[in-house]
């Protein structure tokens, strides 16, 4: 039986444990239904989306896919390898995030492993498979090249290029820059050891990748993205625009981090950079403001962290510290070990995307499973549907015949969301807004206002009903 160092063991067991800690039922988000139909039309048709084509009530309505690329990548994954393709997506961007931040990590080899698996636990905020997953790495990328101030921002353009096709989050990248350029500005102004030469590469490489940016098949729209994403009167009612919820345990590691922070803030506050303080307290702030961004925020701070924490570990728990010369040793058991969580996140992989599963999964995220399957197999239903917003995505992928009522692209419906809104909240005049736009068909939770409504609403029959949705149709 091989032997294996216990570097080696400690590693592979960390990333292994990430891999389990990480691993999040992909069939629950209701957007990533919709990015895989996506990438199903362009494969189909051979050309990008430039407009709506899954709703009744925008049709042609026009909508930059800025992940464009991803879905594509998201639809292949899923015809060839089913759901297990999108786990399978999901884990190597995950652990490619891992990897890449565990990379620009420096100091001891226990902190840097800690870290890796604070990271790992936040990341079960986010669903991977998504285009979102490219946003993280992006950023890791971008962190590591003003931390580092390297040769590579030679390289922005072309990261540049590739994030306008892969995701519309490339404004992060820019706001990493501004605190780039902003600290190194303040150092010069004040004397404190500014380098003129790297800020004027900072902002010539910036304008570059800026430029770059446009080539893309929607040109220089990709720049409104921002503007189009935090203007959706969606916004406040999307769980991950809204601030955190602390007490779930996926936001341990991102409370650790937070500590963490401002442990090193404070005992280093004289040693530490300006740009690395900026980002650090940047980040925690919009993390605490935004769930989306706590993903952000645990992959960064380790960067920015471990060689102060590694410096405390050496100082205050030096029995802590690992050494060379014993991370060097043999650890008997230590294949056996690799080799059992190995197998362990092999069996949750297959179990979690089984067919059976991924239906279990669906049902307990709330979706409705056995109306979709009535709605197939009927014609007494008409085509213009009315849908809650959280099943939209799934009833894109899930109810092709139905073209949907609402989804989960805000920036594509924007103020359209008011109207939804009304009807959901029986506000006066919402029966009027249901017949200007000509929906016959009311699929919605079986406990929602709406439902309760509809049982003394004159004009509208029950055709389907069970413990988590009803089907009404105009009669």
Not at 148 to 153: D, F, Q, V
Not at 406 to 428: E, H, M, N, P, T
Request: net charge positive; glycine share 8%; hydrophobic share 50%.
């Amino acid at each position: 039986m091989p032997q294996l160092t216990l570097k080696r063991v400690a590693i592979l067991v960390v990333f292994l444990l990430g891999a389990l800690i990480a691993s999040r039922p992909q069939a629950a988000d209701p957007d990533l239904y919709w990015h895989v139909r996506s990438g199903e039309v362009m494969i189909d048709s051979g050309k990008v989306i430039t407009g709506d084509v899954f709703s009744h009530t925008l049709t042609g309505g026009p909508r930059v896919h800025y992940e464009w690329f991803s879905e594509v990548i998201m639809a292949v994954s899923q015809r060839i390898f089913s759901y297990y393709g999108l786990a399978l997506l999901a884990a190597i961007y995950v652990m490619a995030a891992l990897w890449l931040m565990y990379r620009l990590t420096t100091g001891t080899l226990g902190v840097r492993l800690l870290l890796v698996l604070l990271a790992a636990n936040a990341s079960m905020t986010a669903s991977m498979a998504r285009p979102q997953a490219w946003m993280l790495i992006f950023t890791l990328v971008l962190v590591g090249m003003v931390l580092r101030r390297g040769p590579g921002l030679r390289w922005l353009p072309v990261i540049m290029f590739a994030w306008a096709n892969l995701h519309g989050g490339w404004v992060n990248g820019y706001i990493i820059l501004a605190a780039a350029v902003f600290a190194e500005t303040v150092k010069l102004i004040f004397g404190r050891g500014g380098d003129i030469v790297w800020l004027r590469r900072l902002i010539l490489w910036s304008l570059a990748g800026a430029l770059a940016l446009t080539l893309n098949p929607y040109g220089s729209d990709i720049l409104l993205v921002p503007l189009d994403t935090f203007k959706q009167a969606a916004l406040p009612y999307i769980n991950e625009w809204l601030p955190p919820d602390l007490l779930n345990s996926t936001h341990v590691g991102f409370l650790v981090l937070l500590a963490l922070g401002a442990l090193v803030l404070i005992v280093q506050r004289r040693n530490i950079p300006l740009l690395n303080a900026v980002l650090l307290v940047g980040f925690a702030l919009w993390g605490l403001k935004t769930a989306r961004v706590v993903i952000l925020y645990s992959f960064i701070a380790p960067i920015i962290l471990s060689p102060y924490l590694s410096d405390m570990v050496r100082q205050y728990v030096p029995r802590f510290y690992l050494s060379d010369s014993r991370l060097a040793r043999p650890v008997r058991l230590g294949f056996p070990v690799v080799l059992g969580l190995s197998i362990a996140v092999v069996a949750l992989f297959l179990f979690g995307s089984s067919p059976t599963r991924i239906v279990e999964i669906q049902k307990q995220a709330g979706y409705p499973v056995d109306a979709v399957a009535f709605l197939q197999t009927t014609d007494t239903a008409p085509r213009e549907i009315f849908n809650p917003y959280n099943w939209g995505g799934y009833l894109i992928y899930s109810l092709r015949e139905y073209p949907v009522f609402i989804d989960g692209r805000g920036d594509l419906y924007q103020d359209f969301f008011l109207v939804y809104q009304k009807i959901v909240s029986l506000k006066a005049g919402w029966q009027d807004e249901l017949t200007a736009l000509n929906v016959n068909t009311i699929l919605t939770n079986s406990d929602s206002r709406l439902a309760q409504a509809l049982l003394t609403e004159t004009g509208w029959r029950l055709i389907y009903s069970d413990s988590l949705s009803v089907v009404y149709i105009r009669t």
